[in-house]
């Protein structure tokens, strides 16, 4: 069954301190991994995009990388801030094209807090 | 350019009422869809578009109809509204449903009674 997990569910930190954020996927055929971040009320909005050919992709403070063989993304904030709050999620896309059955699939949502 | 735009943001219906939730978007893109968004689960395709006058169903597509006679627009209607329905619901676009990223609205929160 193609499934994306991500891990934590939910993580507190304090202001200025990094973190890292995990999705786990068992898609296949892999075409995409995507990280969105979504701000409590607001729709998803994306952070970065990576192929199977890639292994790092960087978007400001925010580093998502890619390891397509053991099918494990991970996204590290660096320097944290209080804007950084928010639900990041991870969305793993197959190669096929659209079809009848759904061809991308969300994960769940890392929740993020950061303190102060 | 505004972007993705939905309405309302939120709205309360009865169990058995139809409604539409409307979504635009500025930027020509061919692809459309519909996600609901529930606690604790990922966002799930209700329905999508790859053009004006085509359509074809999501992964829950069960209570929901839409069609697509225009580029910018891709209305969402409930045919009668079930408590199961309540939920968030998101518009996105985008050029390429798996190469390119997909712009969201801000999404309608509904709930029904």
């Known amino acids: 069954k193609n499934q994306v997990e991500q891990s934590p569910q939910s993580l507190i930190i304090l202001e200025g301190k990094n973190c890292t954020l995990q999705?786990?996927?068992?898609?296949?055929?892999?075409?995409?991994l995507r990280w969105y971040k979504q701000d409590t009320g607001r729709g998803p909005v994306s952070l970065t995009i990576?192929?199977?050919?890639?292994n790092t992709k960087s978007n400001g403070r925010y580093t998502a990388t890619l390891d397509a063989d053991t099918k494990q993304s991970s996204l590290h904030i660096t320097a944290s801030q209080l804007s950084d709050s928010a639900s990041y999620i991870c969305?793993?896309?197959?190669?096929?094209?659209?079809?009848?059955?759904?061809?991308?699939?969300f994960g769940s949502g890392t929740r993020l807090s950061i303190r102060p | 350019n505004a972007g993705v735009t939905q309405t309302p943001k939120f709205q309360v219906l009865k169990t058995g009422q139809s409604m539409t939730l409307q979504c635009a978007q500025d930027?020509?893109?061919?692809?459309m869809s519909w996600y609901r968004q529930d606690p604790g689960m990922g966002l799930r395709l209700i329905h999508y578009?790859?053009?004006?006058?085509?359509?074809d169903q999501g992964e829950v597509p069960n209570g929901y109809n839409v069609s697509r006679s225009t580029t910018e627009d891709f209305p969402l209607r409930l045919l009668s509204a079930a408590p199961s329905q309540t939920s968030v619901y998101f518009c996105?676009?985008?050029?390429?449903?798996?190469?390119?990223?997909?712009?969201f609205g801000p999404g309608t929160r509904l709930l029904v009674l």
């Open positions: 996105a676009s985008s050029e390429h449903p798996i190469r390119e990223t997909q712009y």
């Open positions: 999705c786990n996927y068992t898609v296949s055929p892999f075409s995409n």
């Open positions: 990576m192929t199977f050919s890639e």
């Open positions: 969305v793993v896309s197959f190669r096929a094209f659209y079809s009848s059955a759904s061809k991308i699939i």
């Open positions: 930027m020509n893109h061919e692809y």
């Open positions: 578009s790859v053009g004006a006058g085509i359509t």
